[in-house]
């Protein structure tokens, strides 16, 4: 629900975790890219990212484990 506020502020592309027929003909409405590229895809990144940077942070070990969901 935050292809509005993104055009508002300038963006010409949408990137989300989640695929929405609402969001895909307001995003045609608009004349915005949208790309829904699902949830593991697009949040596997940002915490491994997060558990590095807490590794680095605190002297901690971390493991990510990327199991595929076929959803």
Known sequence: D???AAFEAGAQV????EISERTTH???ELGIHYIAAGHHATERYGVQALGE????EYDIEHRFVDIDNPA
């Open 2 to 4: 935050m292809i509005t």
């Open 14 to 17: 949408f990137v989300s975790g």
């Open 26 to 28: 307001l995003a045609r």
């Open 53 to 56: 940077w807490l590794a680095d």
